[in-house]
């Protein structure tokens, strides 16, 4: 199971109760939490997020709306006596921030925080079921995307027929992973008899704040479900260029060319009240759309 | 007129809803505001406070439910294209912490912002019709109040009384000022025949963080207005004291030892859901007493 849960879907400015960008990676075991603006951790308390449960936080770049709620959680964590490591992979001047803000605090946090600057695209996170790769994305100042992808999981294994085949159970581990079992005779019992195909791996694209960048399609290929930023209508290309965000049918232009499954579009200009057209005009490109709503989760 | 609204009451942990510590002084020209934890803007676009109104910021200490909403305040400021200039009066290391954060973002504030770190106890303010007084507060860290004092204001002319004297309108600054009108044969008017004294300067006290302290006492002695805060019930004196906070009893308990006339208390602890005995607890010793609770106003 892998859910995207969006906790803020505003850009720069908060506006019409529309919170700063934050989303948390829901797997079984644990939450990614991916940027923090502020006011996050009320927002993980209104949808019933338990901050207990992130093991790993990933910030794409350090304006403002993608991290200012981070130290209010960091220290909250420790105030409810967290224990275990927290992982926090971010450009590399956060760290300097986080230490003054804890020094004039006097405060020292009761959990391990490692810190794992951003430095280069690639392999940032190797866990038993998921990888994690950054890749850099065109803003303004340095920023990070995050591809997400969940490990080839083994194949079942169908016991009753295995049991037909006489498969000694030490076998069943190589038959999870794809080979087939040979009998005492000699026979060839092939896998696909005794096993049934996993469910495919999910993967998951977040490409921060950016302007519309074709680079960005080889990086995200295919992925199960596309972030893309949409600050800006269509009508607002220049402005959008300008301040290096990207618009409607950008994203959406990116979600085809990409050959992405499904795209969800959020960083909403606060100038914008209504949603609706945000919406209608990615789906004119790239029909399978939604709009990042807080408190929304979406199944990948 | 002066009000006090509360953005937020809670301590260190955000819970239930509430928001940590964050008040606006409205007066008719301008609003001050007093600490800015995590959601200060939020706060203000749900209650309808102006932040164009702001002119000047009180940061009583460097733990973060005082001051993490800070920075995001600051920055949309200028993405709202403020002009005018910003008076921040606030622990000096609080400045660093600000200039690393727009740094790392490539930010310049499109307006002056004015830094007045908070050094000694004394006058910070004196403006037309109010002056702001700084004193210490024993806490865990650096820590600071704050004493609002409007200026007395002139004594209002009652014009009718003052024709049937025959003074001249050229003396009527003099009149406000008290002084007595002697006339041209050599009579004296007293003052008060031709003027109405007006309504008394209003103060409002702010002890921010602190444990009891009787120190306190004579720094805020009479004011008509004392916020102080009360984190826990006074059960928990034992675990006020440990970390430098106060209980309901205590924060009564200075109220009318200074004899202020009304007590506002706060920084409840995110342990208590509901806050009844806060006000019963407090009550018992100064009757005068209110829960300081989010977006409502509290004339002074």
Redesign the interface.
Known sequence: MLALTILGNNS????F?R?PTAQVLQMQEDIFLIDCG??T??QM??YKIRRSKISHIFISH????HY??L??LL??MS??NRTQDLHLHA?A??E??LQ??LE????TLCYKLLFHPLTAEGLILNEKKITVHCFKVLH??ECWGFLFRQKKKPRKIDSDRARIYEIPASFYERLQSGEDYVTKKGTIVPNSEVTIAAAPPKSYGYCADTIYDENLIEKIKGVDLLYHETTYLKGNEDKAAARFHSTTLQAATIAKKACVKKLLIGHFSARYEILDEFLTEACSIFENTDLALAGVSYRI
Chains 1, 2 share one sequence.
């Open positions: 720069a400015i908060p506006a109760e919170y502020e006011g951790q009320m308390a209104k350090l304006h403002g709306d200012f709620g130290i209010g220290t909250s105030l409810l450009p001047p956060l300097k921030i003054m803000q004039v605090a006097s405060t303004r100042i």
